[in-house]
């Protein structure tokens, strides 16, 4: 009897995620299906979700991967985004490390600095910080962007990592001093490993930022080929109000995969990550 | 300690180096020129020399009923978003932590909103919610629920629905996935114990869960209204201001005002209220936590 | 276990710092580089035949659409043959949307980016002459005068300002009557030749289809100076005196309020619409029937072509009122900015209102100022020829450096009384007055 209360019980947990997974995929799968429509039949009467057997194409993606722009912009995101994971990763772990473990005049200035950047969103410095891209002559390069979304992601990522640094017991620490280690040797072989799923899924939040970052792109980059995806998603909208849809749609499915492949990857370190509390348990 | 010793100590500052260098060019400067420029008449052009204007950017902002329009709006957007997100979000962790399989299957599907990128979107939320598209299709169509097209996109409280069910659809799987990491770590010996003194689980999640991820819950809440008044490409993609500037943000205003019409300054003052205001709902968020954190 | 996902998390951030190293190695080597390795040729050109030194890059931003012909053969044709010509000079083409290249021209201006050469709307040239941009061709180009009389004057004049040209004209282009055949036929409903006609027409060709959808009479994309002002000019109406120095009298005047209230009752007699960011796409929805009449330029045709090519419509002047039959003139000016290398910009100037480029580009729809290639063959079958009727009668917006400004204004007017119904007179009276402080 009992049993069979927590079995039903179940099944209708399964139910409501399931109802609700739908509406969270559903866009998705009208995106794909809008994707593989033609042009010409995105005002058809009566709409249908799916499209047509007779109307079935992929002609957009056959226009989308004839475009050598496309696999430029691709590669400007990939480049721009994984330059910007790395750095912040490297940056914000000895931040985050040496706030966690060191008294030094200025730390708590530091980290009251990391809190207040966290706060202040980073399209609110885009006035000053196209000035300074235009005084650094770092506009229309993806230089333009990297070093600015690696400011962008620092705060929240040290703040991550600090918190999980102070997780690590700091005996770990002592023994390699015991050894003759020195700073550089703790920060090695016992920050950099044991936060490691900290900077994974960091490093994920980090990769999304800057791959999907549209306006600070949009301002500071002008050629073409230098375009991320975003931007030359946005720059199907031509002029006359003449959008096709179809087109803009199977770009947007083809900039999704690297970033899903990514996601389902690493999915099983995200989570962990985020448990601040991971080793002391 | 050892790392009193001179060579540590430098090799502290080494770590540091590039973080705080980081910090000072693309952040504390920004922030500086930031309240510089707020007190210049600047405007486009090289013939065009700034001039000092005082406290005048900051007075034409708040006496700018187009500024005002675009803060309720902004307000409006996170006192909507935020709730609504985490509310979603813990229900469907909670749920999903209750599941023996499937977890995964699960984790990404709530997760894809999330790793989808804001103008992707924006886009598809923009072409459903067009007053020829599907929903409007579907909802006077086939359930008959509307006699006819709804024009969501073409009015202030239309455009913000549909800006907020994307927010809140958006934001969904990030909240689920904080409030997961959360609740693994809620020690299991809490429900067993509450389960032999015949606890339900509506019981169990008022008693047990909600006080035991307070502190992600707060966590989650400073990071969503940080991200609710930075909402720009989902209103820059779907209404882009219209009509009449009646659905900006805060952002996409300031936005308009420096790089449509070249009021820097205006756009400078603009952005530090919108600073202040936001380091001052923070601080009191921060404290909240802080507090909670020492009534443990 | 932990160890190996150490190890993994390490290899990961290692192999992507030394990626970044080795693009940081790229993109610093790229520009040191290739300009040493074409240094060489064009040593070896020097010898030849005198050309420069370096390849010069130059960079020119347009607005031809990203998937249209005119870009097409902008990359394809006319770049390449611009190349050929003048060795030692390569251009790097950015397209933008019409609204951006205005937006990024400004913002670029402020942050000393500027390109060498871009296609500007007319109604920007003051504009940027005002903010010191561009360069007075007629002082520093010593050709300058037998070269642009080969191109037409009154185009010519767009760029004009206080005695000097900024610019060379580009094409011009004019707005006229596209209506739908069988939606005409099937309601009865004769062209309309005068406004009244017009909007009687609409009225009568809105309703439900078959598939009970709205269809709308009418539709404009936006309301801003270039929507509104055929119907304003043509039944009379102003916006500023012959001297574009007063607004009040005119843009709030009898003959405007009523044209503006025209709109404004096509609208709520859900004639009219387009505007709204949620309505079906002006191109999609005429060519699906949904809109039975647009006002529009020669592009239409061939996007038209594209996308629904058996769509049956005809083309008529726009319907005349008190004032006449009055478009709006279109057109782009091509300029260069004081940053740029002038040698070359002018040349790809010349070479971009030469018979050969004006010829290229009339194929796709624009409209020569090239006085050759305007009594070329191509022009003269070209399906455009109903709108160089329409341009001699063409009215420019006016040619102020504040326009864009009081543009946005005008468009914010336009839709609280069109859309939101305010009262027109009284909420044309407020703008004239801006209007006017914006004049002075």
Not at chain 1, 61 to 72: A, D, S, T, V
Not at chain 2, 182 to 194: D, G, H, I, W
Not at chain 3, 188 to 212: C, H
């Amino acid at each position: 009897m009992h049993m069979k209360k927590i079995r039903a019980a179940k099944l209708w947990i399964y139910l409501v995620l399931s109802l609700c997974g739908l509406i969270s995929v559903l866009p998705m799968i009208y995106m794909i299906s809008t994707s593989l429509k033609p042009n010409g039949a995105l005002y058809e009467y009566p709409p249908h979700f799916f499209p047509n057997k007779n109307n079935l194409t992929i002609e957009n993606y056959i226009y989308i991967f004839q475009q050598q722009k496309f696999y430029l912009n691709f590669i400007n995101s990939l480049v721009v985004s994984l330059a910007t994971i790395a750095l912040a990763a490297v940056i914000s772990t000895a931040l985050a490390f040496c706030i966690a473990r060191f008294r030094f005049p200025g730390r708590k200035m530091l980290f009251g600095l990391v809190i207040a950047t966290m706060i202040i969103p980073g399209t609110a410095l885009i006035v000053p910080q196209f000035e300074l891209a235009s005084f650094l002559h770092v506009t229309n390069k993806l230089w333009g962007l990297i070093p600015f979304y690696v400011a962008w992601v620092i705060p929240f990522s040290t703040f991550m990592i600090k918190g999980f640094i102070e997780n690590i017991p700091r005996d770990f620490d002592e023994a390699v001093y015991i050894d003759g280690g020195n700073v550089f040797t703790v920060f090695r072989s016992i920050a950099v490993p044991l936060s490691g799923p900290a900077i994974a899924s960091v490093s994920i939040f980090n990769f999304l930022t800057a791959w999907e970052e549209y306006p600070w792109a949009l301002t500071v980059i002008n050629d073409n080929v230098k375009r991320t995806l975003p931007i030359a998603i946005s720059g199907f909208f031509g002029e006359h109000q003449f959008t096709q849809w179809g087109y803009v749609f199977a770009m947007s499915v083809a900039s999704l995969i690297p970033v899903l492949i990514i996601f389902i990857c690493f999915q099983k370190y995200f989570v962990r990550g985020l448990q601040t509390g991971g080793i002391k348990g | 300690m050892e790392a009193k010793s001179f060579k540590n100590r430098l090799q502290i500052f080494l770590l540091l180096l590039p973080g705080i260098f980081m910090f000072a060019v693309f952040t504390i400067y920004p922030i500086g020129k930031l309240l510089f420029m707020s007190f210049f008449q600047s405007g486009y052009g090289v013939s065009l020399k700034d001039a000092f204007a005082g406290f005048q950017n900051y007075k034409m902002v708040l006496s700018d009923q187009t500024f005002r329009v675009s803060f309720d709006n902004t307000l409006l957007y996170t006192l909507v978003t935020v709730p609504a997100q985490m509310a979603i979000g813990l229900l469907v962790a909670v749920l999903i932590n209750e599941l023996p399989c499937f977890q995964v299957g699960f984790r990404v599907i709530y997760y894809l909103p999330v790793i989808t990128s804001w103008v992707i979107v924006s886009l598809v939320f923009k072409y459903i919610f067009n007053t020829e598209g599907m929903l409007n299709y579907f909802l006077s169509q086939v359930i008959h629920v509307t006699g006819g097209n709804i024009a969501w996109l073409d009015s202030r409280w239309g455009g913000l629905t549909v800006a907020m069910i994307l927010g809140t659809w958006k934001g969904v799987g990030w909240n689920m996935v904080v409030f997961l990491a959360a609740l693994q770590n809620v020690p299991k010996a809490l429900y067993e114990s509450a389960a032999i003194d015949g606890c339900g689980p509506v019981h169990k999640f008022f008693y047990i869960t909600l006080p035991s991820i307070k502190s992600t819950t707060l966590f989650a809440l400073v990071m969503l209204t940080i991200g609710g008044f930075n909402v720009f490409t989902s209103i820059k993609m779907i209404t882009d201001g219209k009509p009449m500037h009646q659905t900006e943000t805060v952002l996409t205003w300031m936005y308009y005002k420096a790089f449509n019409e070249g009021q820097f300054g205006y756009a400078a003052a603009l952005s530090f209220i919108v600073a202040v205001v936001l380091v001052f709902l923070a601080v009191l968020q921060f404290k909240a936590m802080k507090n909670r954190d020492e009534g443990e | 276990m932990k160890n190996q996902w150490a190890k993994k998390i390490l290899a990961f951030t290692l192999s992507a710092v030394l990626m970044l190293t080795a693009l940081t190695a790229c993109s610093g080597q790229t520009p040191e580089n290739s300009p040493s390795s074409e240094d060489q040729q064009g040593n070896q050109n020097t010898s030849q035949n005198n050309a420069p030194k370096e390849t010069i890059t130059l960079n020119f931003w347009h607005h031809y659409s990203a998937q249209s012909p005119e870009n097409e053969t902008l990359t394809k044709v006319l770049i390449p043959k611009f190349e050929q010509e003048n060795p030692g000079y390569k251009i790097n083409a950015t397209s933008y949307e019409w609204a951006k290249l205005h937006d990024k021209i400004l913002v670029s201006a402020n942050a000393n980016t500027l390109p060498d050469v871009a296609r500007l709307d007319i109604a920007w040239v003051p504009e940027f002459q005002k903010l010191n941009i561009l360069v007075p061709l007629d002082k520093e180009m010593s050709d300058f005068s037998p070269y642009s009389s080969s191109l037409l004057a009154n185009a010519m004049s767009t760029a004009e300002i206080g005695g000097n040209y900024y610019a060379l004209a580009l094409n011009t282009n004019t707005k006229i009557l596209f209506y739908n055949k069988a939606a005409l036929e099937q309601a009865g409903v004769s062209i309309p030749k005068t406004m009244d006609e017009f909007a009687a027409a609409a009225k009568k060709l809105s309703g439900k289809n078959s598939n009970g959808q709205q269809v709308w009479g009418c539709t404009e994309p936006a309301l801003a100076g270039w929507n509104v002002l055929p119907y304003i000019w043509s039944m009379g109406g102003e916006i500023t005196n012959n001297d574009y120095t007063k607004a009040s009298g005119y843009l709030n005047g009898e003959k405007t309020v009523k044209a503006v209230q025209m709109l404004a009752d096509l609208y709520k007699n859900k004639a009219l619409i387009g505007f709204n960011s949620g309505d079906i796409p002006m191109t999609d929805g005429f060519g699906t029937g949904r809109y039975a009449m647009l006002l529009e330029g020669p592009w239409k045709i061939a996007e038209l072509k594209g996308a629904y090519p058996d769509f049956s419509y005809g083309t008529a002047d726009v319907p005349a009122g008190e004032g006449g039959s009055h478009s709006v003139l279109g057109g782009e000016d091509i300029g260069m900015f004081s940053s740029a290398n002038k040698e070359g910009a002018w040349k790809f100037m010349k070479f971009m209102t030469s018979e050969f480029a004006q010829e290229e580009m009339a194929k796709c729809g624009l409209i020569p100022v090239n006085k050759e290639a305007l009594e070329s063959a191509t022009v003269k079958d070209a399906s455009y020829a109903p709108f160089l009727d329409a341009i001699k009668t063409a009215k420019a917006r006016p040619p102020v450096a504040k326009w864009t400004e009081i543009d946005n204004q005008l468009t914010t007017a336009m839709t609280s009384i069109i859309k939101e119904g305010a009262d027109a007179q009284k909420t044309l009276d407020q703008l004239a007055s801006q209007v006017d402080e914006l004049l002075k």
